[in-house]
């Protein structure tokens, strides 16, 4: 395949699964999360150096808000399964 015109880091996509995303929360955020918490932990995958979240792996049954600019199919459908919500960013 040609590239005419040179762009670097074009195919740049980290990756995190499904499983690894509460390795991101803080422990003193997890303390006292229960099903039906008035807070939520933000995970924000960029900021960790993660840009493509995929579907391997299981969540705990806790709400919470996930931040990626690329998310698959499968991890949106467990993420929203688990009470999570899936915002994307640029």
């Known amino acids: 395949m040609r590239h005419y015109h040179v ?3 074009v195919y740049w996509r980290p990756i995190i699964n ?4 509460w390795s991101l929360v803080p422990a003193e955020e997890k303390q006292g999360l229960t099903a039906d918490s008035e807070e939520v932990p ?11 979240v995929l579907g391997n792996g ?3 049954n806790l709400p ?3 931040k990626a600019r690329f998310v698959s199919a499968i991890a949106e ?6 009470g999570g919500v ?4 640029a």
């Open 7 to 9: 762009q670097r880091n």
């Open 18 to 21: 499904v499983d690894k995303l």
């Open 58 to 60: 299981k969540l705990p």
């Open 86 to 89: 899936v915002k994307l960013i």
């Open 77 to 82: 459908k467990k993420i929203k399964e688990a």
């Open 64 to 66: 919470f808000i996930v």
């Open 42 to 52: 933000v995970i924000d995958t960029l900021r960790h150096g993660y840009a493509k």
